[in-house]
């Protein structure tokens, strides 16, 4: 008994810096649709009903041949235009069709498809960042977008303990698991 409190301690405890305290994940447009055009997801309406704090992930899901996600200043994010700014407007470009974005900060983020069309028929999400767990004090404003535009949706966020606990379940699962089938074969 001793032995698997140990192992069950040891594995919760080698997972514990992977779990990032409270930590969310979004799937961008949905998990049904993903970061798609056409899709018809205001996402500018679903950005307003949740708080994102500093170290949730915004992820996007698309078809890499048909769509992008680039990282954008406002100005860029309000015209559309890459270009805006003198062409200072891109943060980061991401193409992969999987794209993982950690919000590193409390500010604002912006973000656009620049394919052809796709920002301005509603392919962009404005997302506002706050320092703590709950939406309020200390976080800066982004100014909403309007209707029409992009925003994103989550996964059931926060699943760092139920993770953990599956794992170490199954782990003591196993360990219970291998002495029965031990004395049952061997008639010890």
Known sequence: MAMQVLAVASLLLLLWPAHRA???????GDVSYGWESGSGINYAAWAR???FAV???LVFQYVSSQHDVYEVTEEVYRSCDTAAGGGNGVRVKYTSGYDRVVLAEA??????CDFPGHCLGGMRVAVNVSSGAAAGGGSPTVNPPPDGSA?????????GWAAAG????GVLALINTRPFCYYRQYGH
């Not at 925003?151 to 699943?159: F, H, M």
């Not at 599956?166 to 379940?169: K, V």
């Open 22 to 28: 409270g930590a969310a994940e979004y799937v961008v």
């Open 49 to 51: 009903e949740y708080a």
């Open 55 to 57: 170290g949730d992930v």
């Open 107 to 112: 500010r604002g983020y912006w973000f656009i």
């Open 151 to 159: 925003a994103s949706t989550t996964t059931g966020g926060r699943p």
């Open 166 to 169: 599956c794992l170490a379940l």
